[in-house]
């Protein structure tokens, strides 16, 4: 038995909880505790009464029958009015912790998290108004962080378990809720509002950081001294289109690779066969499933606010780096060319 | 009275069993004790089909990442259509309908003392409105599997992957098709629900018999009073949502959708509107069981009658006032939490008071251990559990972190399946010998009863654990550390399924060999048990006159029978004062 609890409790924490990684945890889990007992205490109250009525009154030949009352007005209210005191007292503690659960106290540094089908966007409007390169949600130790939630398409939840915070993801609202982490390290991020296929793969990481570990990372963000094409590969990684382009060739199923598609012929549903120049791509990219293609779900979410023109350009830099389609002539060493370079044809 | 205390000693009378023969007197009859027993066919049809694909769905969650379907995407989408069917099917089609279209058809016209129920024919179209419902949305459900796993396209097979509960955005612009031909079923399934309400509180108001005064009327029939009015009240709003729902998906009327000018939290509003006085829907009529069976079974008069009868209707209206509890998260106004949250913690008073007067009725009893009795009793641990876990999640600041976990997953699973599918049992053990004149054999089903306790818990106790620990549900695949709860859970699935089938073998087995009942085979006062069983086609020989439901103390026992009758030194019905209940 000892073997089995110690299995159970093997993810961390107690038997009942995970580790205490925010201020607010030991309070949740004292409120836990103390509503647990007092239902421990209830159960066995019940239980021990059933089983002992049940044995010493059990039906046995020739007992004749007991005289018992059919109600008692002193013992009914009795047992209507305790679990009514124990009820508001639950209440009570439950009320007062949930407001300092809820309500962000106003020097809170604020992440930005985007739901979409099925990934989060965390964005940090400071410093610099940029987003997190790793696809992790990051966040400095010890200090009130609040989370400002929205979703471009479905319902999504947003749910630290070690942190004791949840609150749904929804679409034309910004929901909010805050938590100061006590701890470093990394620990789970869940979706936790059924969002479709996908759903129970919508698993990310916060990564809690020490003060200074944090202002580097987050000083370092948006692709720093980056340019060009190594930029684009910066984007690519840090918003969100890795998770159904691949660069390489492969296929992910949900998305075509980016790899090669630059100046290749793309048959669309809609449109016919398009070639991929730059005007395609910008339109692809700023505007999703503009071109839907067979095999694959129009699935993109918005680009918008998470993506400029700018950083399009870089993109198409990196798409063309990519491309077996694009062959630049450098110019001529050594003095102006005389001859115009050309792209050649595929 | 003669029939009542000497069944056997009658040549063999006809009954509504044998009372027209062939298709046509079933399909079509106006008997309520033929509806019931159609409804049972339908519904327990259904309770198979949801139950097999829970049993799948926990077969996949044997390990982290799906291991029956090697593509990622399909299995997927292979769980979650299951849940959805299993949602969807056990809620719309077995647990709202069970006891108040099964055992309520059966038994409420009888405790009346009444030849059938007020309208007999709104009693069939609600059947048949029930099985159209039924069959169609179960197609469309099955569909849906058959599309995911093997490719093959039925008609009207679109498959429905937004769970029970139709949550907006995603169900009007991303889900599967079926999400309209779903919605339709459960529309179509709520009108055979709000039929059957009106149809029980016409006949608890009119069919009365002389000498059932309000407060004399069995407990039974204020749980299906109380139920029939949140039938009525509530289903109608669920009705109007759906129809909402269809309009954005079909017209794109912005409704719930904010990329159309909706609000995705309207609908939840609307919805728990409706489902959770569902939830009282499916509860109460099984609390209604419980005090019959509590009382019978160990020959006592029900402890606290008026408390009883009236925290039946508490719940009826309090039920109406805390729908809010399942927005918490969802971003509702911390004052709408607030008085949420205070208003859900009214409903543990009168389920406390209900479970503290079970309990007195044993007190001082003569408890027989019958497996009706056992299901009692299991029942009653189990809503104790139910009822207790609620309150972490009534309280705000615990309910964030469980929320959408496990946590609420087990605790809804002890209310509605370890108390109402209890009940249900209770209920069915209870009256099986009325409904087919033949006793079932008690050793077989106290097997099943204490087999599908142990098997209930061993399924959803670790679920609370692993909630506790975070783990939302509706997840297909999970992190490899929580494995282990989820182990023991589909074993204790596995066992509940052999349980439930050595419970329906224990039934096939007494229609087949079991001993010929008597009419009152535990000596219970209402009036159902005053007529042969299987009872006549009219139920009653001669209009009974009531008294006391829960006085036993007229009914000795019979050996040569097995079965109790009216001691004959006294008048068939004394007019008894002492019982008559006094207002508090």
Redesign the interface.
């Given at each position: 038995m000892n073997a089995m609890l110690n299995?159970?409790a093997?993810?961390g924490?107690s038997?009942?909880?995970?580790p205490q990684a925010s201020e607010i945890a030991g309070?949740?889990d004292w409120?836990?505790f103390f509503?647990?007992w007092?239902?421990v205490f209830?159960?066995l109250l019940?239980?021990v009464?059933?089983v002992a009525?049940?044995w010493k009154?059990?039906?046995r030949e020739g007992?004749p029958?007991?005289?018992?009352?059919?109600?008692?007005?002193a013992?009914?209210l009795t047992?209507?009015f305790i679990?009514?005191v124990i009820?508001?007292v639950?209440?009570f503690?439950?009320?007062?912790?949930?407001?300092?659960?809820?309500?962000p106290p106003p020097n809170a540094f604020e992440v930005d998290v985007t739901a979409h089908?099925w990934d989060y966007t965390f964005s940090y409007p400071y410093p610099n108004d940029q987003i997190s390169d790793d696809n992790k949600l990051h966040i400095p130790v010890n200090q009130p962080v609040v989370f400002v939630l929205t979703s471009t398409?479905?319902?999504h939840?947003f749910?630290i378990?070690?942190f004791?915070?949840?609150?749904?993801v929804?679409?034309?609202?910004y929901?909010k809720i805050w938590a100061t982490a006590t701890m470093t390290g990394e620990f789970?991020l869940?979706?936790?509002?059924?969002?479709?296929?996908?759903?129970?793969?919508m698993?990310r990481k916060v990564v809690v950081q020490s003060a200074a570990d944090f202002n580097k990372w987050v000083n370092g963000l948006g692709g720093g001294g980056l340019k060009g094409p190594a930029r684009g590969h910066y984007l690519w990684a840090t918003r969100g289109c890795s998770t159904c382009h691949s660069v390489d060739g492969s296929a992910t199923?949900k998305a075509p690779t980016w790899k090669d598609v630059y100046g290749s012929e793309v048959v669309t549903m809609k449109d016919g066969t398009m070639t991929a120049d730059e005007d395609y791509l910008h339109d692809v990219i700023s505007h999703p499933n503009i071109h839907p293609l067979p095999g694959f779900q129009p699935l993109m979410p918005p680009t918008e606010g998470l993506i400029n023109d700018a950083d399009i350009s870089d993109i198409i830099l990196y798409l063309k780096s990519i491309s077996k389609y694009y062959h630049p002539a450098l110019p001529a060493a050594g003095g102006p060319s005389t001859q115009p370079s050309t792209v050649p044809a595929k | 009275m003669s029939i009542a205390q000497h069944p056997s000693k009658e040549a063999q009378p006809d009954n509504y069993l044998t009372h027209g023969k062939g298709f046509m007197s079933w399909a079509f009859t106006l008997d309520h004790k033929r509806i019931g027993l159609l409804y049972m066919a339908f519904v327990l049809s259904a309770f198979a089909f949801g139950g097999t694909f829970a049993v799948l769905l926990r077969t996949s969650l044997l390990t982290p990442n799906h291991w029956m379907i090697a593509d990622d995407t399909k299995a997927k989408l292979f769980y979650n259509n299951m849940f959805s069917l299993h949602g969807a099917v056990m809620v719309f089609m077995f647990i709202i309908p069970a006891v108040p279209a099964i055992l309520g058809n059966f038994v409420l016209p009888m405790m009346l003392g009444a030849k059938d129920v007020a309208f007999p024919r709104l009693n069939l179209m609600s059947l048949w409105i029930y099985a159209i419902g039924a069959c169609f949305f179960g197609w469309v459900l099955f569909g849906g599997i058959l599309r995911t796993l093997f490719d093959i396209h039925l008609p009207f097979g679109w498959g429905l992957d937004t769970g029970w509960t139709f949550y907006t955005p995603f169900s009007t612009s991303k889900a599967e098709d079926g999400m309209v031909a779903g919605v339709l079923g459960a529309f179509v399934l709520g009108f055979s629900s709000i039929l059957t309400g009106v149809n029980f509180i016409t006949s608890i108001h009119t069919l009365r018999p002389r000498g059932m005064t309000w407060f004399r009327m069995p407990l039974f029939l204020w749980a299906l009073y109380a139920t029939s009015i949140i039938q009525i009240l509530a289903t109608p709003v669920l009705a109007i949502t759906l129809l909402l729902l269809v309009a954005e998906r079909l017209l794109h009327v912005g409704i719930f959708d904010s990329s159309l000018g909706g609000d995705p939290v309207l609908f939840q509003h609307f919805f728990w509107f409706y489902s959770h006085p569902a939830v009282y829907i499916m509860i109460l009529p099984g609390m209604g069981v419980i005090s019959e069976v509590i009382s019978s079974h160990s020959r006592k008069h029900i402890f606290g009658y008026n408390f009883i009868a009236l925290s039946s209707v508490a719940l009826a209206l309090l039920g109406f006032l805390v729908w809010g509890h399942h927005l918490f998260v969802a971003g509702q106004s911390n004052v709408a939490d607030s008085i949420f949250s205070l208003l859900t913690f009214s409903v543990a008073i009168p389920s406390a008071v209900k479970v503290f007067n079970w309990l007195s009725t044993l007190y001082r009893g003569s408890i027989r251990f019958t497996p009706a009795m056992l299901f009692a009793m299991g029942f009653i641990l189990l809503f104790t559990i139910g009822g207790l876990t609620g309150l972490f999640l009534g309280a705000l600041q615990t309910d964030v972190p469980l929320h959408d976990t496990y946590f609420v997953i087990a605790h809804f699973h002890y209310v509605m399946v370890g108390s109402m599918v209890f009940a249900f049992l209770a209920g069915m053990y209870h009256w099986f010998p009325k409904m087919f004149g033949k006793m079932t054999n008690p050793f077989w089903g106290r097997v099943g009863a204490i087999m599908l306790f142990i098997g209930f818990n061993v399924t959803f106790f670790p679920q609370f654990v692993m909630g506790a620990h975070g783990s939302p549900r509706r997840w297909a695949t999970y992190p490899a550390e929580f494995q282990v709860y989820h182990d023991i859970s589909t074993v204790g699935a596995y066992i509940m399924a052999i349980s439930l089938i050595t419970v329906l073998i224990n039934w096939l087995a007494a229609l087949k060999w079991g001993k010929p009942a008597p009419a009152n085979p535990w000596g219970a006062n209402t009036l159902e048990w005053r007529t042969p069983s299987p009872p006549p086609h009219d139920n009653f020989p001669t209009p009974p006159i009531a008294d006391d439901p829960y006085d036993m103390s007229k009914w000795e026992f019979d050996p040569s029978i097995e079965g109790w009758v009216i001691r004959q030194t006294e008048a068939p019905h004394p007019p008894d004062d002492r019982t008559l209940s006094v207002p508090h």
């Open positions: 299995m159970l093997d993810v924490g038997f009942w909880m995970p309070e949740v409120l836990f509503i647990f007092i239902c209830f159960f019940i239980l009464l059933l009525f049940a009154y059990r039906y007992q029958m007991l005289d018992a009352p059919k109600h008692n007005t013992a009914e047992w209507t679990p009514t009820v508001i639950i209440f503690y439950g009320f007062k912790g949930y407001l300092h659960m809820v309500v089908m398409d479905v319902l939840g749910y378990p070690v004791r915070i949840k609150k749904d929804v679409p034309g609202r929901n789970d869940f979706c936790t509002q059924y969002c479709g296929q996908d759903h129970s793969s698993r199923g | -």
